[in-house]
């Protein structure tokens, strides 16, 4: 069973990747094979809207077959029995690199073809992928759910399940933010809260993680071969 693990921060050792290394724990620990991908170690760009993935018998079968550094990437996508994707808030929705990844793993398999009888949409994946969103942030949880911003990330979580069969979601707030906030212009925020809540808070955050990283793999399980 192989597990990939997408890393959407540009930070290779902060909240966002600290959070799908204990997620990949999980899932190792589990018995799953895991690959952890930082997506901005490649130069690559969200779909371009050339439609080869929905030309008339295209062969790019759910493979966006654009060639950029993102290409082999999604190709091993292809072999994934599940994908965590890690992404932080940037301006209330996922950072745009995220994003980007998503356009170009979803749309070549979000088929416009439907079964001219039952109405239904052709599914071009034919067994359920779970899937696994992470989303580090720095507003609080009063905030994000005063401000209205859960239907941006919910949506994210509504696009992977209608394509893949299956997606989870876990929220980290209130993120520690600076490797020290002594070196910045940033006095909103207050430093011993911001540090009370990382020491008391993040390894919640990171046991939950990991919780989803072990579900995963029991999700493959339960859904293997399905339709
Ligand atoms: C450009 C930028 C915009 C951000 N906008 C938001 C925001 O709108 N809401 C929020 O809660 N945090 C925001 N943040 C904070 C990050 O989401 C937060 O620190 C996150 O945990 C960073 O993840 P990382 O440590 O993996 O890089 C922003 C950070 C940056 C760099």
């Not at 997506?39 to 993935?53: A, H, P, R, S």
């Not at 929705?93 to 980007?100: F, S, V």
């Not at 720095?138 to 759910?145: D, F, G, I, L």
Request: with cysteine; hydrophobic share 35%; net charge negative.
């Amino acid at each position: 069973m192989k597990i990939y693990f997408i890393n959407g921060s540009p930070r290779k050792d902060m909240n966002t990747a600290q959070l799908l290394e204990s997620a990949q724990s999980g899932a190792a620990n589990e018995g799953a094979h895991t690959e952890l991908i930082h997506l901005y170690d490649y130069c690559y760009k969200g779909c371009i809207n050339c439609f080869n993935c929905k030309m008339i018998d295209n062969n790019t079968n759910g493979l966006c077959n654009y060639e950029d550094e993102l290409h082999p990437i999604l190709k091993k996508m292809k072999q994934a029995d599940a994908i965590i994707i890690g992404a932080p808030i940037y301006f209330g929705y996922m950072n745009a690199q995220t994003r980007a990844f998503i356009e170009r793993l979803i749309f070549p398999i979000h088929s416009y073809l439907v079964n001219e009888w039952t109405g239904e949409r052709i599914k071009i994946i034919k067994k359920i992928i779970p899937t696994g969103l992470i989303f580090s942030m720095n507003n609080s949880e009063w905030k994000v759910r005063n401000r209205g911003q859960y239907s941006s990330m919910i949506m994210n979580g509504h696009i992977l399940e209608q394509e893949f069969g299956y997606n989870e979601m876990i929220y980290a707030y209130d993120t520690y933010q600076f490797d020290d906030y002594s070196k910045y212009e940033a006095n909103i925020f207050d430093e011993s809260d911001k540090l009370k809540r990382h020491e008391e808070h993040f390894p919640k955050d990171l046991q939950n993680a990991y919780e989803l990283g072990r579900h995963m793999v029991q999700k493959v399980k339960e859904f293997g071969g399905l339709v």
